[in-house]
Structures are given as C-alpha cells and as structure tokens.
C-alpha cells in the first residue's frame, strides 16, 4: 500500500509528532512495510480456525473462601504513624 506525505502529515498532527524531511520519508517506509505485512495476513486461510482470547493454557486455580481468624482491631492500629481514636489517619489526597 502506498502511503503520501498529506497522509504522514495527518498521522503526525494526530500523534503530536513533528516530523523533519527525512523522518517523513523514513515513516513511510515504515507504514508502507506495516500495511505490505498486513495485506499478506489477509491471504491466509483462517477458516475453519477458532479465535483466541488468551495465549496462556494455564488454568487459574481456585479455592473455596474460608472464614478465618482476623487481626483484632487494637494489633492492626498498633504500628501505624498516626491514628485518630479507632482508624488510621492518612494526609488528605483531595483539595
């Protein structure tokens, strides 16, 4: 596929990017390359292929929840940097 300037022009005021005379010729080149490459892929044969959602065959493991005994409220505070009566007191995120 044949890329111009005007569309390498398009590409980059889209981008943010600024572009000198030899960056313009050497995009593309690149985006010609890319499109090729692409082009090629559209020739495959996929019927028959079932899609993929994800690369991995892994499996997550899971568990059942299990209720537990929990920290008692007093140990939990008790290394903080500052604490206000019952909670933790953190500097304020929001203005």
């Known amino acids: ?13 889209l981008s943010r990017l600024e572009f000198d005379a030899q960056g313009v010729e050497k995009m593309k ?14 020739e ?3 019927e028959g292929v079932e899609p993929l959602t994800t690369m991995s ?5 899971l568990r059942e929840d299990v209720l537990g005994e929990h920290l008692p409220h007093e140990d939990g505070l008790k290394n903080a940097p500052q604490r206000d009566s019952d909670y933790f007191r953190v500097p304020k995120v929001l203005e």
Do not use: P, R
Not at 57 to 61: I, S
């Open 44 to 46: 495959v044969d996929t």
């Open 1 to 13: 596929m044949k890329i111009d300037n005007s569309t390498i022009q398009k590409l980059a005021h």
């Open 57 to 61: 065959t892994e499996v997550n493991v």
């Open 29 to 42: 080149a690149d985006l010609s390359q890319i499109l090729d490459w692409m082009e090629q892929l559209n």
